[in-house]
């Protein structure tokens, strides 16, 4: 290629003394397209990905175990909870199921959410590579604490299997679904106020504020159909509540998943997601550029 | 190949740097570039090395490229080095043999294999320094961006391995030391007054440059 060019364009390189806009043309034609773009994108993933897991492996251990132990103390304090308010042979279903099939899918989606929101900002050093870019480090998160909670749940299923819990999905398929469409909820919104939390801090204070609230209105540790009508109809607006109804329904079959809206979670995953890729695209080069 | 095609860059309205150049840098040659201080010699290598966007225009090259300034930054305070060193090794290397052979070499190149475990806080300065070399040296790609030195402290050692690197990839030089550019570059890039000059021979660029110097000075 280098050889055709200068036939075509004569020996001059540099300042004016080719056709520029004649040149540019036939570059344009000429230059390979970033062909190997989704190789790229996989390699810098997985180089992010080792480097975050490798990070929290060495410093933050206690990291690790509070992860670990939040959601324990959780299932345990709501459980106690459940059987002081309402004895505990009220319910033809394990309580203790029920709470771990709500709390570890909601600490889930809450720290892929939370993560999302300071991972463009955290990684800026990265980006005086060409090859990494703020988009990579927001995915490599999303699977990083994906795992990382993968890692939480199968710990607490042996725990829970060794004190003689019946841990066994019912739909096992079912909960599958629900968790990973959970997941690309997180990462919607994570990606929409990540972006948006760049320019204005104010929205990440605001969702780190928001948390406690989610907990107590997404139907993580009661069923729905225990509530009255009216308090019903107004939680069923949170589209969280729909992903919690459709796991612990999933879960545990003999609880029913009647006031699952699909329609309804799809729109509040897919409208943030397009809104976020829209804005990223559109803000890209201020995340890389200081 | 570097193309720079109607590049325009400037930080506030009245600090413009260059305004609508063009240059096409062949492959394989390793280019000096000259210019007065603040002129935006680094801020040219930024530009193709990504880190730094154009105000308006386009930049495109051929192929993979490391920039000198970025390899501190793949070094985590809190990880071990061969920890840090295995990420920049995986951001170039899709194998994972190959790419555990290079930072060997990197390592032993740094003299840090003993080391290896340390965390970057703790590498003592000089180490680093040559760490940055030899990571410089021994992970290959078709374009090198270096601003400032060329070795730790003039390093004999590193000064051969570094010309040896050099003349395997279409590499930038900014410097500002007249003997390191006269002996390792072919061609040179004078920035005067907000456009680039390009010359086949470094010694014309050196020329042309201190001629440029002499008459800027007449003027004052």
Aim: hydrophobic letters at 50%; proline letters at 4%.
């Amino acid at each position: 290629m280098k050889r055709d060019f200068f036939s075509r364009f004569g020996g001059g390189v540099g300042h004016a003394l080719f056709p520029v806009d004649e040149a540019a043309e036939w570059i344009k034609e000429e230059f390979p397209r970033e062909q190997d773009s989704w190789r790229r994108f996989k390699r810098v993933v997985y180089a992010l990905y080792l480097r975050q897991l490798q990070r929290q492996l060495k410093g933050e251990y206690a990291g690790f175990v509070w992860l670990l132990v939040e959601p324990l103390i959780m299932i345990i304090l709501f459980t106690l909870m459940h059987t002081v308010i309402r004895g505990s042979s009220s319910s033809s279903y394990d309580i203790i199921v029920f709470m771990g099939s709500g709390m570890v899918p909601f600490f889930l989606f809450r720290t892929i959410l939370t993560s999302s929101l300071r991972v463009f900002k955290q990684n800026r050093p990265l980006y005086h590579y060409p090859q990494i870019k703020p988009f990579d480090a927001f995915i490599a998160n999303a699977f990083f604490e994906s795992s990382l909670y993968a890692v939480v749940t199968l710990i607490l299923l042996l725990l829970a299997f060794l004190i003689g819990v019946d841990i066994i999905p019912q739909n096992f398929d079912g909960v599958m679904v629900g968790i990973l469409w959970l997941i690309l909820f997180g990462m919607s919104w994570g990606l929409l106020l990540g972006v948006l939390g760049h320019f204005y801090e104010v929205i990440i204070k605001f969702v780190s504020f928001l948390s406690l609230p989610l907990l107590i209105l997404s139907a993580v540790f009661f069923p729905l159909d225990t509530l009255p009508p009216v308090a019903r109809k107004w939680l069923l607006y949170n589209p969280l509540v729909h992903f919690m109804e459709w796991i612990h329904g999933s879960y545990l079959v003999t609880l029913d998943t009647r006031y699952v809206d699909f329609s309804y979670m799809f729109e509040w995953t897919v409208i943030p997601l397009f809104l976020g890729l829209w804005l990223y695209n559109k803000s890209e080069r201020k995340f890389i550029d200081s | 190949m570097i193309w720079l095609h109607r590049l325009t860059k400037f930080y506030e309205k009245d600090q413009v740097l260059f305004s609508d150049v063009n240059l096409l840098i062949p492959s394989g040659v390793t280019v000096g570039i000259l210019g007065e201080n603040g002129c935006g010699k680094s801020t040219l290598l930024k530009l193709i090395a990504g880190t730094e966007l154009p105000s308006s225009g386009r930049i495109a090259l051929d192929g993979s490229l490391l920039w000198a300034g970025s390899v501190a930054s793949a070094m985590h305070a809190q990880m071990t080095v061969e920890q840090s060193l295995r990420f920049l090794g995986r951001l170039y290397i899709e194998e994972d043999r190959l790419m555990e052979e290079k930072v060997e070499e990197i390592l032993r190149m740094a003299d840090l294999t003993q080391k290896r475990r340390m965390l970057w806080s703790k590498v003592p300065a000089d180490l680093k320094q040559k760490l940055k070399f030899a990571a410089l040296c021994v992970i290959e790609t078709d374009h090198l961006l270096i601003d400032g030195g060329l070795a730790p402290k003039n390093d004999k050692f590193f000064l051969e391995k570094m010309a040896e690197r050099m003349r395997r990839s279409t590499t930038l030089l900014a410097s500002g030391n007249r003997k390191i550019l006269s002996e390792h570059c072919d061609a040179g890039i004078v920035i005067h007054n907000r456009k680039f000059y390009y010359f086949d021979a470094i010694a014309r660029a050196q020329k042309f440059f201190e001629s440029v110097k002499k008459h800027d000075k007449a003027d004052t």
